[in-house]
């Protein structure tokens, strides 16, 4: 039978009420396994209301009870680590070792939630005029909203909801219609650590729910990650609605090797980056930019090792890489391969047709690796989110830094060098939001905030670390005179107060 996934509202599950399901695939098998809930305008406006009304608690409960659900919480995630991971691998295909990493690094975000009395203690500083006290606190915003993409069902919303319950709003989560099991899973790992109702909601949907949370007057901030179109939607229909908007987007994120790097360091981090989790990261390497003579021998080293993945289903543990997560974002992935020889790329391995015996309806495709990458070729301007690195050769380091700069994306980035003066210049001329300096994925860890410049982000707030728990809350300055008794009258002053 057909499992459902219906939404999560005020502490309980809620059955879709719209009528509108969409299918959820198991990307190994092809097989539509799941349906899930679509909600209606009235769905959203029932999880706004219920997550508006617990704002009213939850925003005055105080930072012991928080934390003492966050630490809770972070109990029971750690204890239903497996359990949470073979929900991913079931309906987004990544391999089980690597949904057990995305799990982790969302652990990490609760880490640093149930630590947020010490993010959140305010300034004060006394006797600034004669008797005169100011204080700066912070305070949440209310009902706040994420929507998150499909490629970390459980590590995306634990980006955000953490931190947001932890500074006092109440959240109402959009989760990617695509795998929505965990973020079914987290509410009830949150409801079963004590979280009051309504304090954490998930709506299932489309662009019908997305549209809602974006207009309604009750959601005060919205976070976003996805692709870059999105994004750049997402942040316009916010922003002219009045609310807090950090909307992240696509990236193709570039690895510069210079002629005195490790090579075989270098092509090992190469392949790990671009083929990991089949290459559907916003973090992967997807262009390799090799620098002077040394591209011949770095290719050939990354051949060598590519050819060597393991495919297949995400719960075989031998199993080094998954299926893509719709058979429509296969072809699409396989069409960038397919026309690259026409734009000037040299096809070293093409993994296009590729099947896995006894799952021949999953969504396969092996590995590409294309050479001598124009820059005007469309798999290289493109984020393909598939298992294909292209490689573009420059003699300069200069010249494959402008190839970078001029990229209109800019997440993740690393240089591969031996040389600490080139990869300090590095890390100060790149344009994007997040170096490596050998390390290919250089994701923040929890208590630094994540984040890209350019397409890859629109809005001022990076997401987690400090900037998160700005984003989750707004500043107030108190100004406070306890006049002494004994004080002379100040008597009526028109003049613009000023501090003596
Ligand atoms: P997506 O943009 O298609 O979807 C993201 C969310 O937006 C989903 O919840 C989806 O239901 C919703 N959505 C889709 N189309 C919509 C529309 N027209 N109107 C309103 N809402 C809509 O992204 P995806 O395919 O799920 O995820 C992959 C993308 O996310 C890649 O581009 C990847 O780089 C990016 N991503 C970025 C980061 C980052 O930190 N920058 C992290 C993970 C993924």
């Known amino acids: ?88 691998t079931a309906e987004h295909g990544k391999v089980h070792s690597d949904a057990l990493g995305e799990v982790a690094r969302g652990l990490e975000i609760v880490d640093l939630a149930c630590g947020i009395s010490v993010q959140l203690k305010g300034e004060l500083s006394t006797q600034v005029a004669s008797r005169v006290d100011v204080a700066s606190i912070r305070q949440p915003l209310g009902v706040v909203a994420g929507i998150t993409p499909f490629n970390f069902p459980a590590m995306v919303p634990m980006w955000m909801f953490p931190l947001a319950i932890a500074c006092g709003n109440t959240f109402v989560l959009k989760p990617s219609e695509k795998d ?46 996805g692709s870059t179109p999105i994004a750049r939607y997402i942040h316009t229909t916010a922003s002219a ?100 020889a026409d734009e000037g790329a040299e096809v070293v391995l093409d993994g296009t047709g590729y099947t896995v015996d006894g799952h021949e309806d ?22 393909i989110f598939g298992p294909v690195l292209c490689v573009l050769r420059t003699e300069t380091y200069e010249e494959a830094l402008e190839i970078v700069n001029s990229s209109p994306f800019g997440n993740g980035t690393a240089i591969f060098t031996r040389d600490g003066g080139a990869a300090r210049r590095f890390q100060l001329e790149v344009e ?38 700005h984003f989750y809350t707004r500043g107030k300055v108190v100004t406070t005179r306890w006049p002494d008794p004994a004080d002379a009258p100040t008597g009526v002053d028109l003049g613009f107060p000023r501090n003596h």
């Open 241 to 340: 609605n009045g609310k807090r908007v950090q909307a992240l987007g696509g990236a193709k994120n570039h690895m510069l090797v210079l002629p005195d790097a490790d090579l075989d360091a270098a092509a090992d981090a190469a392949v790990s980056a671009a083929y990991g989790s089949a290459g559907e990261r916003c973090m992967a390497i997807s262009a390799v930019v090799a620098v002077g003579a040394i591209g011949d021998e770095l290719v050939e080293k990354i051949r060598e090792r590519a050819e060597k993945i393991k495919i297949g289903p995400g719960d075989d543990p031998t199993s080094e890489m998954g299926p893509l997560i719709t058979k429509a974002h296969r072809d699409k992935v396989a069409s960038y391969v397919a026309g690259a």
């Open 362 to 383: 999953g969504h396969w495709i092996g590995i590409s690796l294309l050479d001598r990458v124009p820059t005007s070729a469309k798999a290289y301007q493109d984020e």
């Open 180 to 225: 929505p099991s965990a973020s079914v899973r987290l509410a009830e790992l949150l409801a079963e650590a004590g979280l009051p109702d309504g304090v954490f909601n998930v709506v299932h949907g489309d662009k019908v729910a997305v549209d809602r949370l974006l207009e309604h007057p009750d959601v005060k901030a919205v976070s976003f990650v």
């Open 1 to 88: 039978m057909t499992k459902i996934v219906n939404h999560w509202i005020g502490g309980k599950t809620a059955e879709g009420a719209s009528g509108t399901y969409g299918p959820v695939t198991n990307p190994a098998t092809g097989e539509v396994t799941t349906k899930v809930a679509f909600a209606s305008v009235e769905e959203v406006d029932a999880a706004v209301a219920v997550a508006k009304e617990a704002f009213l608690s939850w925003g005055q409960s105080s930072l012991a009870t928080r934390t003492s659900i966050l630490f809770r919480f972070r109990a029971l995630l750690d204890a239903h680590r497996d359990e949470i991971a073979e929900l991913i």
């Open 432 to 469: 994007a939001g997040m170096v490596g300096v050998n390390v290919p994925i250089p994701v923040p860890v929890g208590y630094h905030s994540f984040g890209g410049w350019k397409d890859s982000l629109f809005g001022d707030h990076h997401i987690y670390g400090n900037d998160g728990t």
